[in-house]
């Protein structure tokens, strides 16, 4: 996506900390050589050449794993970008723990908690390779700090319909349903879809919404949702603590008290091992996420 919107804008540069095979920067180095910026491991530093960039009319898109871009470059994001309010795109790569055998150094689920903090910042976490691309376009369109998160393992295409429309702080219905309201983000949007057809099969009716932009994030919806069927689950590949669910329980005590199940990484570190097993041993899977709605309904 970024080559494509390099070929459309050329005020578009690319940074990364010298891991653009990884996050697939590479594919704009080599269509505009003259437009990438290979930082070096030196993440922090980066950002800060990303802010400088911004100030002289550029679009700068700085990309490197999520535990560096949000975790080693924190300091910078907040100070540089921030509190300026200056116009940087971060692109954050192989987050969660689907990161897999990189393990917990690696395994960033504290990203999204972090970069809420700051003012201003836009966090997205998109749900499939459409969504993705639709994010970068929306980031690029609208002034002021982004976080964009995306995973490394790949997960199935399920916006490919003609009626799909991106909106930056709009969630998207994707199963209607009256007995329970489950909000995912990321990967896990796919995985709670599975997880309510098992559960219909139960005779339980779960709605389900994708929650792709986690600041600012859709009040309305979640309002809406948790009145209707007045139980509630977040569903994320993050930190119980700071993240989606801690978002969505900030919402409701305000505006529609209701219970809430959270179902993400619980306040432990990940561990080495394929993704998709990662994903089973925390109870992040289609079934994980099945076996802890069909208990908290009983």
């Known amino acids: 996506m970024l080559k494509k919107l390099g070929e459309l804008h050329d005020d578009v540069v690319v940074l990364d900390a010298d891991l653009a095979a990884a996050t697939k920067t590479g594919i704009f180095k080599k269509a505009f050589p003259e437009r990438h910026i290979d930082c070096g491991i030196a993440e922090s530093n980066m950002i800060g050449v990303a802010a400088g960039l911004s100030t002289v009319g550029l679009v700068p898109f700085a990309s490197s794993f999520a535990m560096f871009a949000a975790g080693r470059a924190f300091e910078q994001v907040r100070n540089s970008v921030g509190y300026p309010h200056l116009n940087v795109k971060i692109g954050a790569t192989h987050a969660g723990i689907s990161v897999g055998e990189d393990g917990a150094t690696h395994q960033c689920n504290e990203d999204i908690a972090l970069m809420r903090t700051i003012p201003g910042m836009t966090i997205i976490n998109p749900s499939d390779a459409v969504e993705a691309e639709a994010a970068v376009m929306a980031a690029y369109e609208t002034p002021g700090p982004f976080y964009m998160r995306f995973g490394r393992l790949a997960v199935p295409v399920i916006n490919d319909r003609p009626d799909y429309r991106f909106e930056i702080g709009k969630g998207i219905v994707l199963k209607e349903g009256t007995d ?19 559960l219909a099969k139960d005779g339980i009716n779960a709605e389900v919404i994708n929650i792709h932009t986690i600041k600012p994030i859709d009040a309305e919806l979640i309002v809406k949702t948790a009145k ?7 569903v994320e590949e993050h930190s119980v603590i700071g993240g989606l669910g801690s978002a969505v329980c900030d919402v409701l005590c305000e505006n529609a008290p209701a219970p809430v199940l959270k179902i993400g990484v619980n306040d432990v570190y990940g561990e080495s091992g394929p993704a998709v097993q990662l994903l089973a041993k925390y109870g992040l899977d289609a079934e994980g996420i099945y076996k802890k709605v069909k208990a908290y309904m009983q």
């Open 180 to 198: 329970v309201s489950i909000i995912a983000t990321g990967l896990e949007v796919n995985e709670s879809l599975q997880a309510a057809e098992m």
């Open 228 to 234: 209707k069927t007045g139980k509630v689950v977040t």
